[in-house]
């Protein structure tokens, strides 16, 4: 107890502790420890790491251990992995590539095979803070990463554990680039529940959050497929579903330009 108690901040960690840390870690697949984590946490925040020594230890083999742990049911193990994990993406630029690939193995295993996995909102939000520091023009993968991951996690029938994290990451997307509203919009309607009324009541939620950011011009592009879309939402039985399909229409009413002639 008292050494879970200890002032980790104040505990100056010589790089040459890598070693013994990432054997550590790495033993904590089936057990989740508190302290390990704490300590690997604070190693990695550490003044005197020097990631250039560090890299032997940390790598792709350490970092693929790393993220299958992200599946624990434990949701303070797995805040404590999201940390971990954002501290490698910005100390070792030579696994960013890596990283963002593995993610979205596991998310086009989630979408695809299982529907099952337990930190899916907890990278969506690692991948939120990546995506807000991309730079511009966006790269081509980039884009097809929102395309084809991102969008499509919208058909899981869990969306509510993460959509939160989603919408953020999409509405990212288009705060970078305008010229991504058409498919990003497609891609919603494309995906639009039929008979799941509070799944369409989120859908709903995550389009007001995107008209407040896209461009009167991008708009006109997708405004008849989105609007007769809207229409259905107006005149749905659900209680809920009317509520946001009307101030969708008020949101683009009030907007300038083509958009006010709808």
């Known amino acids: 107890?008292?050494?879970?108690?200890?002032?980790?901040?104040?505990?100056?960690?010589?790089?040459?502790?890598?070693?013994?840390?990432?054997?550590?870690?790495?033993?904590?697949?089936?057990?989740?420890?508190?302290?390990?984590?704490?300590?690997?946490?604070?190693?990695?925040?550490?003044?005197?790491?020097?990631?250039?020594?560090?890299?032997?230890?940390?790598?792709q083999k350490f970092v693929l251990l790393l993220l299958e742990l992200f599946d624990s049911e434990d949701p303070r193990e797995r805040d404590f992995l999201k940390t971990i994990l954002h501290r490698i993406y910005g100390k070792f630029l030579g696994l960013r590539a890596y990283i963002r690939r593995q993610i979205?193995?596991?998310?086009?295993?989630?979408?695809?095979?299982t529907e099952h996995h337990n930190g899916i909102a907890e990278l969506l939000e690692i991948l939120g803070s990546i995506i807000n520091g991309f730079a511009l023009p966006l790269k081509e993968e980039h884009k097809m990463f929102?395309?084809?991951?991102?969008?499509?996690?919208?058909?899981?029938k869990s969306l509510s554990v993460y959509h939160p994290q989603l919408a953020y990451c999409v509405v990212q997307f288009l705060e970078k680039d305008s010229s991504l509203t058409e498919p990003v919009i497609m891609g919603l309607l494309k995906f639009w529940p039929k008979t799941h009324s509070p799944k369409e009541?989120?859908?709903?939620?995550?389009?007001?959050?995107?008209?407040?950011?896209?461009?009167?011009?991008?708009?006109?592009?997708?405004?008849?497929?989105?609007?007769?879309?809207?229409?259905?939402?107006?005149?749905?039985?659900?209680?809920?579903?009317?509520?946001?399909?009307?101030?969708?229409?008020r949101v683009e009413a009030c907007r300038p330009g083509p958009c006010r002639e709808v």
Do not use: W
């Open 104 to 113: 979205n193995n596991i998310f086009y295993r989630f979408i695809y095979e």
């Open 146 to 156: 929102l395309i084809r991951v991102l969008l499509p996690l919208h058909k899981v």
């Open 201 to 249: 009541v989120m859908f709903l939620n995550e389009l007001e959050e995107i008209l407040d950011v896209i461009e009167p011009s991008e708009f006109v592009k997708v405004q008849e497929p989105l609007f007769r879309q809207l229409a259905k939402c107006v005149s749905s039985p659900h209680f809920q579903v009317p509520g946001p399909g009307l101030l969708s229409l």
């Open 1 to 59: 107890e008292e050494v879970s108690q200890m002032k980790l901040k104040e505990v100056k960690i010589p790089t040459c502790v890598c070693v013994c840390v990432c054997v550590c870690v790495c033993v904590c697949v089936c057990v989740c420890s508190q302290l390990v984590y704490e300590f690997f946490l604070r190693f990695l925040e550490s003044p005197d790491f020097q990631p250039n020594i560090a890299k032997k230890y940390i790598d």
